[in-house]
């Protein structure tokens, strides 16, 4: 016989989680999870982003240097994969600049024209390029006034 108080017990003790404290942890990966997946980029539309913001530099630096130099420049899309996809006409040969995508599925079409002109005048005409790579399209535009940018979709017509 044990003494008194030492009894054991009839029932066990339930031993581990309760259904609450399982759905809440579910509840906690599965936003997790969800923010994750949020937070992943589409590695095409990353490669065209990486594209138009390059372009529109170089598109600027043409610029540049066609009104220090007093040089008509031009940038021309050829979109053919035997060659450059895209040239700098009227640029000396020692200020050449690169003419070929960083994703080579890229293409360019010129909205309203087959060149892009930049310079030697201050003010250019209105000018907008598309961008596009599989489905995704990205605009770089400029007013005349102001420098190319890449143009946020919700500015896109």
Same mark, same amino acid.
């Given at each position: 016989m044990s003494a008194p108080g030492n009894?054991?017990?009839?029932?066990?003790v339930p031993r581990g989680f309760t259904l609450i404290e399982l759905m809440v942890v579910m509840a906690i990966?599965?936003?997790? !999870? $969800? *923010?994750?997946?949020?937070?992943i980029r589409d590695p095409a539309g990353t490669r065209l #982003?990486?594209? %138009?913001?390059?372009?529109?530099?170089?598109?600027?630096?043409?610029?540049?240097?066609?009104?220090?130099?007093?040089?008509?420049?031009?940038?021309?899309?050829?979109?053919?994969?035997q060659r450059d996809p895209f040239?700098? !006409? $009227? *640029?000396?040969?020692?200020?050449?600049?690169?003419?070929?995508?960083?994703?080579? #599925?890229?293409? %360019?079409?010129?909205?309203?024209?087959?060149q892009v002109v930049l310079g030697p005048e201050a003010i250019l005409p209105p000018q907008r390029i598309v961008?596009?790579?599989?489905?995704?399209?990205?605009?770089?535009a400029s007013d005349g006034l102001s420098a190319f940018a890449v143009v946020p979709p919700a500015e896109t017509p």
């Open positions: 009894r054991p017990r009839a029932t066990p990966l599965a936003i997790g !999870a $969800g *923010l994750v997946s949020l937070a #982003e990486l594209d %138009a913001a390059r372009l529109a530099t170089l598109l600027e630096t043409a610029r540049t240097e066609a009104r220090t130099g007093r040089i008509a420049v031009a940038w021309i899309p050829t979109n053919d994969p040239v700098f !006409a $009227g *640029l000396p040969p020692g200020q050449a600049l690169p003419t070929r995508w960083l994703d080579a #599925e890229v293409s %360019a079409q010129i909205v309203g024209g087959n961008l596009r790579l599989d489905d995704r399209r990205l605009e770089v």
